[in-house]
């Protein structure tokens, strides 16, 4: 048999018309809304029909919308408006966020720190905003952590669901009526206190504990209590001590299996105080994790890598060196040069010779004469030239005596001191 079709499809309400349905829970059921003109999305949240009449959930649905606007935070589903249908449907309309819960993560396997670190950290800033307006959100589980993906296959966190938070802090949960040892929550993630049915001890560590518990199953792939029973697992929160993180996945650093035992501390003044108290453990363990991972990789690169970027690193620097070797040097030879030229000894000035122009008067060629016939008588024979013989050196000039030479000026002919 078909279901009934759904009468709230394809109404508008307010400004936005009914799309599909994208959840439904005790409370209520969240619809996708698009407005007709601008083509903008939303999601409407509907309180149901059934539960109208009761004034303690309709305060309480009343009580998600003021509380999530009261924070005001970043990490936390925004609200835009409150209003009732002319049917009497109570509805509050919200953020569209594109995304998937944490809850689909946890397929029974532990979730790579890297991921999962981050996401915790969001949590307590989102968390502790809310805390600092004396808000306490009491229903913190994976499925109400919506993950935005990001770029670099990071997530941005959205906490949503604030339909059961106790306003006020510590003292009697006047903002969200409830009778003592009425159990709200979701039992695998609730705190001891909650557990109890103790509202009166609720505060911003009850918190804390669902944060140890969500963080213990990203960790190990498991929940810290397990049994078949609902009691079962109230008890175990109450009396039985969790195990140890290390003991279910050995390759957790030593330190996260401490904060989630911190977190998981049955007296909440054994707890960690604040959620920025959290954050600071978690996120100093991330760092340490990161500079672990990258000091792995670096032993695991091949030597043949490793040689290749230090010699890429070697000859960049050699080269780097050598070209400021080569423009000091390049330097030092100019400002050498210009040193040298200014201080050197001029040389001696050759003496200017001036000769007077000299008329040449074209003859007829003269061969030379001969001095002597051939024994026949045939042909002359030219007498052999001697050859030329160096004048004799000069005597050595003495110390006293400084070298002259002569040189014609005009019509006469002077000695000229050439220096030493």
């Known amino acids: 048999m078909d279901p009934l079709p759904d009468p709230l499809l394809g109404r508008s309400v307010g400004n936005y018309r009914l799309v599909r349905a994208l959840g439904r829970g005790g409370m209520g059921a969240v619809y996708l809304a698009e407005h007709p003109g601008i083509g903008s999305r939303v999601a409407i949240k509907f309180l149901h029909a059934q539960h109208g009449a009761d004034p303690s959930v309709v305060e309480r649905f009343f009580n998600e919308a ?19 249908t002319d049917d009497g449907r109570r509805y509050f309309v919200m953020e569209f966020i594109e995304g998937r819960s944490l809850q689909t993560l946890l397929r029974g396997r532990p979730v790579p720190l890297e991921i999962a670190l981050p996401i915790c950290i969001q949590v307590c800033d989102a968390l502790q905003a809310a805390h600092n307006k004396g808000i306490v959100h009491r229903d913190l589980k994976p499925d109400n952590l919506l993950l935005v993906p990001r770029a670099g296959g990071t997530h941005f966190v959205k ?54 518990v969500i963080l213990f199953h990203l960790a190990t792939g498991r929940l810290p209590f397990m049994a078949d029973s609902l009691g079962e697992v109230l008890v175990a929160h109450l009396h039985a001590p969790p195990p140890r993180p290390l003991a279910l996945n050995p390759a957790l650093p030593s330190r996260l299996g401490e904060i989630i035992l911190r977190c998981l501390e049955k007296d909440r003044e054994r707890r960690y105080a604040s959620m920025d108290a959290l954050r600071i453990d978690l996120v100093q363990t991330l760092e ?31 080269q780097r060196s050598s070209s400021r070797v080569v423009t000091l040097a390049a330097l ?56 030329i013989r160096p004048a004799p050196k000069s005597p050595p000039l003495r110390k006293t005596e400084k070298p002259k030479t002569k040189a014609t000026v005009g019509d006469g002919v002077v000695d000229v001191d050439l220096g030493d």
Request: proline content about 9%; charged content about 20%.
């Open 66 to 84: 003021r509380a999530v606007n009261l924070i005001g935070h970043d990490n936390i589903l925004r609200i835009h408006d409150f209003n009732v």
């Open 288 to 318: 340490e994790l990161t500079r672990t991972t990258e000091i792995g990789a670096r032993k695991t690169t091949p030597l043949s890598e490793q040689h290749s970027t230090e010699t890429i690193a070697t000859t960049t620097k050699t």
């Open 159 to 212: 906490v949503v669901d604030f339909g059961i938070a106790k306003l006020g802090g510590d003292g009697p949960d006047v903002n969200n009526p409830t009778l003592t040892g009425t159990v709200l929550g979701t039992p695998s993630y609730m705190s001891p206190e909650q557990a109890a049915g103790k509202s009166r001890l609720i505060d911003n560590r009850s918190d804390l504990y669902s944060l140890g």
């Open 332 to 387: 030092a030879g100019i400002t050498g040069a210009s040193l040298v030229w200014q201080f050197r000894t001029p040389p001696p000035t050759t003496p200017l010779v001036v000769a007077r122009p000299i008329t040449l008067t074209a003859t007829k060629s003269i061969e030379p004469q001969p001095t002597s016939v051939s024994p026949d008588s045939t042909f002359p024979v030219v007498k052999k030239e001697e050859p």
